[in-house]
């Protein structure tokens, strides 16, 4: 595609509600990530991808979150029992470079979740 | 940790201005910096990447430093419009291998035409 997507744009969740936001990468990107950014903050890390490899995990808040990645392409963030402290714009980005330090990276406009 | 902090919070200036954004961050030891454009409700867009190794880099209207051993770097814009109206985000990578971009937490920049 032309730009990495994100889906939905938009979520608005009950708390304890389980939800899965997915991102659509640039097509050929070897590398993929997660972040998360609440209002007025800058983004954070949660994980990265390397194809189909998650081989960081470290940034997730909790073991709520769990990401993955099983076609190297496509990939899917899911929160489990959502809490208010989830509500945040979740950003995915990715970059054709195998090595991490995607120096050429492309973020996506973000999944907007709000829990209430 | 790294920490990275970002000078002003928010700042609004008149069309044609010169203007510094400031940037700093906790652990020198750093590999590159890169400064981000942040529209709302939009994704980040990469403006300026600069390597542990460069002093500076341009593209355009914008210009972006790194004096690694005193922790900052600014990004200079010149001659403002207001389409560079948005927040501005640096961020640091601390090794090659390392995949997490460590972010402040922005400057919004408001030019008044």
């Known amino acids: 595609g032309a730009g990495v997507s994100q889906s939905p744009r938009y979520k608005v969740a009950k708390r304890g509600q389980d939800v899965a936001l997915r991102c659509d990468p640039i097509?050929?990107?070897?590398?993929l990530f997660w972040y998360q950014q609440a209002l007025g903050q800058g983004p954070e890390f949660l994980t990265y991808?390397?194809?189909?490899?998650?081989?960081?995990k470290s940034g997730l808040p909790s073991d709520r979150f769990f990401a993955e990645r099983p076609e190297g392409s496509v990939s899917t963030l899911k929160i489990q029992r959502t809490q208010q402290e989830d509500s945040a714009v979740y950003l995915c980005?990715?970059?054709?470079?195998?090595?991490?330090?995607?120096?050429?990276?492309?973020f996506g406009e973000g999944s907007w979740l709000t829990v209430v | 940790k790294q920490e990275v902090t970002q000078i002003p919070a928010a700042l609004s200036v008149p069309e044609g201005e010169n203007l510094v954004l400031n940037c700093s961050f906790t652990?020198?030891?750093?590999?590159?910096l890169q400064w981000f454009r942040q529209d709302p409700g939009k994704g980040l867009t990469s403006l300026l990447l600069?390597?542990?190794?460069?002093r500076e880099q341009t593209s355009g209207r914008l210009n972006a430093s790194l004096d690694k051993s005193s922790g900052r770097s600014t990004l200079y814009i010149a001659a403002s419009q207001p389409g560079d109206s948005a927040t501005y985000l640096c961020?640091?990578?601390?090794?090659?291998?390392?995949?997490?971009?460590?972010f402040g937490k922005g400057t919004m920049l408001l030019v008044s035409p």
């Open positions: 980005a990715s970059s054709p470079s195998m090595d991490r330090s995607g120096n050429t990276i492309y």
């Open positions: 097509s050929g990107h070897v590398s």
């Open positions: 991808f390397q194809n189909e490899a998650q081989l960081d």
């Open positions: 652990d020198s030891a750093i590999y590159n």
């Open positions: 600069i390597q542990s190794s460069q």
């Open positions: 961020a640091v990578r601390l090794r090659n291998e390392d995949s997490t971009l460590t």
